[in-house]
């Protein structure tokens, strides 16, 4: 359903763009997100962005507004990352997902491998 990539080890200042795809069928008319899950915490919001219906309009935490870019092409079913100014607390997993809730299967929440992003010098 969900595949990202894209991660890699940065040096502080560096910039990656990650990529999602997802292959259900409701992804024209879908919320989507990036979380960012650092080592040892919570999984938390980075950015969202709306349906194209809805303008496509970018929302961003205010940990990544200015540094990070979220986009989405309709035409292949993926949401990208654009992450420049990396600094040490970017480091983590990242995982795109629907939002304000993740997909569920089996009613279960579904997540995706994830990208790993490594800030370090």
């Known amino acids: 359903q969900l595949v990202e990539s894209g991660g890699g080890v940065v040096q502080p200042g560096g910039s990656l763009n990650l990529s999602c795809l997802h292959s259900?069928?409701?992804?024209?008319?879908?919320?989507m997100a990036w979380y960012h899950q650092a080592p040892g915490k919570q999984r938390e919001l980075g950015a969202t962005i709306t349906p194209p219906g809805l303008g496509s309009v970018a929302n961003y935490a205010d940990s990544v507004k200015g540094r990070f870019t979220i986009s989405r092409d309709n035409t292949k079913n993926t949401v990208s990352l654009q992450m420049s100014s990396l600094k040490a607390e970017d480091t983590g997993v990242y995982f795109c997902?629907?939002?304000?809730?993740?997909?569920?299967?089996?009613?279960?929440?579904?997540w995706g491998q994830g990208t790993q992003v490594t800030v370090s010098s």
């Open positions: 997902n629907l939002y304000p809730r993740p997909i569920t299967l089996d009613g279960k929440d579904y």
């Open positions: 259900g069928g409701i992804f024209r008319v879908a919320h």
